[in-house]
């Protein structure tokens, strides 16, 4: 760009390049390496005063990779699966840059529920590749709790076992705990379970006001026939932790309780950083992928 012969531009106050690499690492959700690697600075550096420009730097930075994204993905030339991905940068990076402008940056519950068999954990599994949140699933968290590999078969009446109402709720205590752990180290997470009833859900917004995150729902819904025919092909495979089954959706069927649209908390903070949107899963993961980022970061 020969910056170097204009010093307009060649000269620059250095918390411009500091914000630079700690906006990168927000953007890659490894918050907590960008304040390790703040604080250090200024360790080293004994220039605490960074800390007045810093967001205002970040903001810039990340809207400045926005408008390099966006213009990559109006560029014929570009292949269409990279332009459809710089899309998506492109509003992540916008994204970033409004949190940085309106009060710095806050981390995200993302709940993703539904019935067994609807395509959850696929949802789930197939954000955090792509943003690199972290991911809490029920299934897991289960297993781990009654002291049994998570790809162990427990197939249990409704219920019963390890599926009981007592063990169930010690379930998502435990998801919430977790869930705390990284949003307090500034890592976005993904919670993923059925939430069938509303005190599971009140448990995630509580969450996210306890750790000043953003919430998000994604509930998943799907034709009940194609559930069916997931779930019995489901059985036939290796390595799955989900114990799912037909007569399992029937029961869940029976008692799920319908999510009220946001806001979920109540008082000042209404509405604030909450969305709610409900994604037919029948379509590829690809698909589903791209419009849950779509709606989150639209």
Known sequence: DCIEFNERFRYSDTVADIAFLAMDLDFFNS?????????????????????????????????????????????????????????????????????????????????VCGLTGTGKTTIANAISEEIGFKVISSDIVRK??????????????????????????????????????????GISVILDATFMADKFRQMAVKLAKDTNANLYFIECVLDAAVVKQRLDERLKKEGISSDGRWEIYLKQKEQYESILPPPFLKGGDAGKGERYFKIDTSSDVDKLKKLSLYKAFE
């Open 144 to 185: 781990e709790l009654a002291g049994i590999s998570p790809r162990e078969k427990r197939y249990e009446e409704f219920e019963k076992g390890i599926y009981t109402r007592d063990f169930t709720i010690k379930t998502y205590h435990e998801m919430m705990k977790r869930g705390e752990f990284f949003l307090k180290h």
């Open 31 to 111: 918050h907590n390496l960008s304040q390790r690697f703040i604080h250090t600075y200024i360790d080293a550096s004994k220039d605490s005063d960074v800390l007045g420009l810093l967001d205002f730097y970040k903001c810039y930075r990340a809207y400045i990779r926005g408008k390099v994204e966006g213009f990559k993905s109006l560029q014929k030339e570009v292949p269409e699966k990279e332009r459809e991905v710089a899309i998506i940068k492109a509003k992540r990076y916008f994204y970033l840059s409004d949190l940085y402008a309106t009060g710095g940056f806050r981390p995200i519950v993302l709940v």
